[in-house]
């Protein structure tokens, strides 16, 4: 990790919650579906959290990733630059992560450019990149390349049309959570403040 040290108590059992979230299983289908999405030519990561993110890092193989998922003329980034200069790459994670929005992918599932590039929070980009092949998956859309059963389908709004006669006749129904009008009742009953009649 770039510029901070050894962590002790509090910050280490948090950071140690953080890296328990990264899954091993999931890095390997996200390398499969990178790869099958954007073609060999970005290579393959060093197995491992550290080589993950090292692949990741400088923003171009991500920048590669959502470009794949437009028609050529509708490419959200235009130039992607490979840079060795720090705010460089930086910048480059920071047009995917503005691509991956505009693409529909929750604000709250996309991570941070540093969770990424000092490696604070590599579950996180997981997290962002299952939501950015969810989507794309649902979207149906013939740019998603790879396994449809990499990703799950987002829920997708199922409308219905009802006849003002289904509508009518809906309003004579008393619903369960309504309670019922038929069954038991409260009849016999005495009212309050009344003595209870004990025969011995």
Not at 52 to 71: A, R
Not at 179 to 196: D, F, K, P
């Amino acid at each position: 990790m770039a510029n901070s040290g050894p962590a002790y108590g509090l910050s280490r059992d948090i950071r140690n919650k953080i890296e328990k979230k990264y899954e091993p299983e999931l890095e390997e289908r996200l390398v499969e579906w990178i790869i099958a999405q954007c073609g060999a030519s970005v290579g393959r990561p060093e197995p491992g959290r550290s080589g993950f993110q090292l692949w990741l890092k400088d923003g171009t193989v991500l920048s590669l990733l959502i470009n794949s998922l437009y028609s050529e003329d509708k490419k959200p980034i235009k130039k992607i630059q490979d840079s060795d200069k720090a705010f460089k790459q930086m910048e480059q994670v920071s047009r995917f992560l503005t691509a991956a929005e505009a693409y529909g992918v929750n604000k709250t599932d996309i991570f941070q450019t540093v969770d990424l590039w000092e490696s604070k929070d590599m579950a996180a980009v997981q997290r962002t990149l299952m939501a950015l092949g969810s989507i794309a998956v649902t979207k149906n859309d013939g740019h998603y390349h790879g396994d449809l059963n990499w990703f799950h389908k987002k829920a997708q709004e199922n409308k219905r049309e009802f006849t003002e006669q289904q509508l009518a006749e809906g309003k004579n129904i008393i619903g369960l959570q309504m309670g019922s009008n038929q069954g038991a009742s409260q009849a016999g009953m005495v009212g309050y403040g009344q003595t209870r009649q004990i025969i011995s």
